[in-house]
C-alpha cells in the first residue's frame, strides 16, 4: 500500500542528545514536509523539501537538521540546540509544492526527559 | 509565520446536532484544504477546495471556498459520534509553504 511511514511512534531520549526521526513514502511524491505539533496547538512548519537533495528552512528552524539525500526519505534530526524538543511531530508529502493536496504519516511523539 | 484564523476553538454539540467552523484570513489564498485528527495521529485529508465560490461535499461534510478566497468554512451535518476529533484548515498560495489553522477541536455528547 502507498502511504507515509513515520518511525518510531513513540520515542524518548535524554536532553542533550540529538534524535532523528525517520520519514519514508512511497507515493513517488517530490515534496516532503515535517511540522511540529505542541498540545493544543496548530501545526507549525520546520523544514520542507521541494525536491532531492534541497530543502528550506520553515517558521521554526533553529535546533533542527534535515537531509533529502533520496526522494523517499526526508529524516529530520532534533539537536541538543533545541530548547524545547518534547513534542509530536509530523511528517507530509505532497506530489510537488505547487499541488497542495499534502497526506500525513501517523506522526512521531517525542519526549524529552 | 502567517496563521490563519479558525473559529470556534472548541465545541461541545449534542450527537445528532450540526456543525459549523470557519477560518479566515488577510490574504488570499489559491486552495483551501480541510483535514481531521484524531487523539495521536496524524491529520487526514477531508476535501480540498480550488475555485473561489465552490462548495463541495464528502459525505455529510459539506465545505466552501469563500468568494472573496480570504475565508472557507466546514460544516457537519447530523454529527455522529465518530466526528469527534480536531479539525483543521490550510490555505496554499502556489508555490509557498501550506499554512495551517490553529485548529477547531470538537466534543461530542452522547
Known amino acids: 500500500d502507498g502511504g507515509i511511514t513515520q518511525s518510531p511512534k513513540y520515542l524518548f531520549r535524554k536532553e542533550g542528545q540529538n534524535v532523528t526521526l525517520s520519514c519514508e513514502q512511497n507515493?513517488?511524491?517530490?515534496?516532503m514536509y515535517w511540522y511540529r505539533q505542541d498540545p493544543g496547538q496548530g501545526l507549525r512548519l520546520i523544514y520542507y523539501?521541494?525536491?532531492?537533495?534541497?530543502?528550506q528552512k520553515g517558521d521554526i528552524a533553529e535546533g533542527y537538521s534535515v537531509s533529502r539525500e533520496k526522494k523517499e526519505s526526508f529524516p529530520l534530526t532534533v539537536t541538543s540546540a533545541q530548547k524545547n524538543p518534547t513534542a509530536f511531530y509530523l511528517c507530509?508529502?505532497?506530489?510537488?509544492?505547487?499541488?497542495?493536496?499534502?497526506?500525513f504519516g501517523q506522526g512521531t511523539r517525542l519526549t524529552v526527559v | 509565520g502567517q496563521q490563519l484564523n479558525q473559529s470556534p476553538q472548541s465545541m461541545f454539540i449534542q450527537e445528532g446536532e450540526d456543525v459549523s467552523m470557519n477560518c479566515t484570513s488577510s490574504?488570499?489564498?489559491?486552495?483551501w484544504l480541510w483535514y481531521k485528527q484524531d487523539p495521536g495521529e496524524g491529520p487526514v485529508l477531508l476535501i480540498a477546495?480550488?475555485?473561489?465560490?465552490e462548495l463541495t461535499s464528502n459525505g455529510r461534510l459539506t465545505a466552501q471556498f469563500g468568494i472573496t478566497r480570504k475565508d472557507s468554512f466546514l460544516n457537519i451535518s447530523a454529527s455522529i459520534p465518530s466526528d469527534v476529533g480536531i479539525y483543521f484548515c490550510?490555505?496554499?498560495?502556489?508555490?509557498?509553504?501550506?499554512?495551517f489553522g490553529q485548529g477547531t477541536r470538537l466534543t461530542i455528547n452522547p
Open positions: 490550510a490555505g496554499h498560495r502556489g508555490a509557498q509553504k501550506l499554512v
Open positions: 477546495l480550488y475555485k473561489a465560490g
Open positions: 523539501s521541494q525536491i532531492v537533495n534541497d530543502f
Open positions: 490574504s488570499i489564498f489559491n486552495t
Open positions: 507530509a508529502s505532497s506530489w510537488d509544492s505547487m499541488n497542495t493536496e499534502a497526506f
Open positions: 507515493l513517488n511524491h517530490d515534496a
